[in-house]
Nanobody, 125 residues
Framework: QVQLVESGGGLVQAGGSLRLSCTAS????????IAWFRQAPGKDREFVAF????????YYAVPVKGRFTISRDNAKKTVYLQMNSLKPEDTAVYYC??????????????????WGQGTQVTVSS
């Protein structure tokens, strides 16, 4: 059974940093593609960042580009999301998602097979 477990969320002041982790029980971890999405109250789930685990290629949503960094440690079967210069509008539940086949559009949630339970990130002003 595939499990994705997020951790690292919390409360931080605007301008601060957090690092989220997503640990996956995927047998062939490095063959997958992992993304982070987020969902704020009353809003749709939105794409944040993507990484292809086989070669480390990354892709970011415009609102987080230059502030967030996605990375992976294949030996630990973990993907990280380093979030710097956080803003109140970054407040959301953050989810990691895994896809066996590279999604045709990395930003589409429907392209992912497995999801974690989410971790809350709250940025105070």
């Amino acid at each position: 059974q595939v499990q994705l477990v997020e951790s690292g969320g919390g409360l931080v002041q605007a301008g601060g940093s957090l690092r989220l982790s997503c640990t996956a029980s995927l047998r062939t971890f490095s063959s997958y593609n992992i993304a982070w999405f987020r969902q704020a109250p009353g809003k749709d789930r939105e794409f944040v960042a993507f990484i292809r685990l086989s070669n480390g290629n990354t892709y970011y949503a415009v609102p987080v580009k230059g502030r967030f960094t996605i990375s992976r440690d294949n030996a630990k079967k973990t993907v990280y999301l380093q979030m710097n210069s956080l803003k109140p509008e970054d407040t959301a539940v953050y989810y990691c998602a895994a896809a066996w086949a590279a999604p045709s559009d990395a930003a589409m949630a429907s392209g992912y097979n497995y999801w974690g339970q989410g971790t809350q990130v709250t940025v105070s002003s």
